[in-house]
């Protein structure tokens, strides 16, 4: 059985004993899990969706949902702009109508340009360097709780089993992302479940995918509640750091959550399992 404040201060204690190269590890793992993979995706969903209307433009918004509700297509693109441009009252406004279809075909080139993006250049980065990135950084943290890691650590996944890792971590987000469709919480629930992935395979990356994901399942039993609790205990931290511009999360909070994340691996895998006894240590 494990507690929130052993957990905490087991971290506090050891990343403060290694403290410049956590802060580090710990800066590179918030950029690539909020700033390159996040912040991309959120770009995009803004380029997509964000507000694309100004003062000086003919058309609002609202003046375009009134004129959707007029339009019945008969196939030519003629019909389309006059029934668009047509008002309740029966007048008709060309330059309206014209301005509608002009933004329906902005609207679908961004869609199109973004997907394009997306899967062109976000996805396969997140796939081939973002993912391993994270399991190195992992498992410096996890390493830091028994020695002084090293900052080489970070790129330990490609040198060690890198198409497994990759694998591995991909039908790890594939598996949550499909949970997530029935609703927010089944995702919530599986990324718990399978939190203990990327450790496994900064330790053992010679893993099968059956095996991590078994074993991750076995470690978060009866645990995913209790590990959501810790997530949350540093919301306080969160909100400082907001109030610092980030400027406490670089120094304190980032290294301290992610050291603490690394005891709760450590204490679970502290389990006596078939599977862990299998695998060979790789340092």
């Not at 693109?77 to 002009?102: H, M, Q, R």
């Not at 479940?193 to 395979?201: D, N, Q, R, S, W």
């Not at 599977?275 to 340092?283: D, I, N, S, V």
Request: glycine letters at 8%; aromatic letters at 16%; hydrophobic letters at 45%.
């Amino acid at each position: 059985m494990w507690t929130r404040r052993e957990l905490k201060e087991k971290a506090k204690q050891r990343f403060q004993m290694n403290y410049w190269k956590c802060i580090l590890a710990a800066l590179v793992l918030s950029l690539i899990g909020g700033g390159i993979g996040v912040g991309a995706r959120r770009g995009i969903y803004e380029g997509v969706f964000g507000d694309s209307s100004t003062e000086e433009e003919d058309i609002s918004m609202e003046d375009s949902a009134e004129y959707f509700d007029y339009v019945y297509l008969d196939g030519t693109i003629s019909s389309l702009v006059e029934d668009i441009g047509t008002t309740p009252n029966g007048e008709y406004n060309e330059g309206k109508a014209i301005a509608v279809v002009f933004f329906i075909v902005i609207f679908f080139m961004i869609v199109c340009i973004a997907l394009v993006i997306f899967i062109l250049i976000v996805l396969p980065l997140q796939i081939l360097l973002i993912n391993p990135l994270e399991i190195g950084i992992r498992r410096f943290f996890a390493r830091n709780l028994r020695e002084q890691a090293n900052i080489r650590e970070i790129c330990y996944t490609f040198d060690h089993s890198y198409k497994n890792c990759v694998k591995i971590q991909f039908f790890r987000g594939w598996y949550i992302f499909l949970w997530s469709l029935l609703l927010v919480i089944p995702g919530i629930i599986k990324s718990y479940e399978y939190k203990m992935i990327p450790y496994l395979l900064g330790e053992y990356p010679d893993i099968s995918m059956e095996e991590a994901f078994a074993q991750s399942r076995s470690m978060m039993y009866g645990n995913k509640w209790r590990a959501f609790v810790l997530d949350f205990s540093f919301l306080g931290w969160y909100i400082l750091s907001g109030l610092t511009f980030g400027i406490l999360s670089i120094f304190y909070v980032g290294p301290y959550v992610y050291q603490t994340r690394a005891a709760l691996y450590q204490k679970l895998k502290a389990k006596p399992t078939e599977q862990f006894e299998r695998m060979p240590y790789q340092g």
